[in-house]
């Protein structure tokens, strides 16, 4: 059974800072691309950071230079390291992974709750 587990949510303070983790069970964690999403109320679900196929990284353009997305394939875990949190920043983060050989295999975790607000 895959299991996608988020954590490191929570409240802080515009600012602050947050890391979350995602750690995967029941897949061969090096061979899915992986990403975090989030939704905020009333909106679209949007890709926040991501790995490609290549290796690289993407991020949405409004995180670029506060988020750092990394992994560790000997843990099976994925994380996002948010800097500078801003208000607008509040959402449910989703973890997302996408296997390099079967891009229609993908599975999401359940979400974890961040909230920027003072």
């Known amino acids: 059974q895959v299991q996608l587990v988020e954590s490191g949510g929570g409240l802080v303070q515009p600012g602050g800072s947050l890391r979350l983790s995602c750690v995967s069970s029941?897949?061969?964690?090096?061979?899915?691309?992986m990403g975090w999403y989030r939704q905020a109320p009333g909106k679209h679900r949007e890709l926040v950071a991501g790995?490609?196929?290549?290796?690289?990284?993407n991020y949405a353009d409004s995180v670029k230079d506060r988020f750092t997305i990394s992994r560790d394939n000997a843990k099976n875990t994925m994380y996002l390291q948010m800097n500078n949190l801003k208000p607008e920043d509040t959402a449910v983060y989703f973890c997302?992974?996408?296997?390099?050989?079967?891009?229609?295999?993908?599975?999401w975790g359940q979400g974890t709750q961040v909230t920027v607000s003072s």
């Open positions: 997302y992974a996408r296997s390099r050989y079967r891009p229609t295999t993908n599975y």
């Open positions: 790995f490609t196929s290549s290796g690289s990284t």
């Open positions: 029941g897949i061969i964690f090096s061979n899915y691309l």
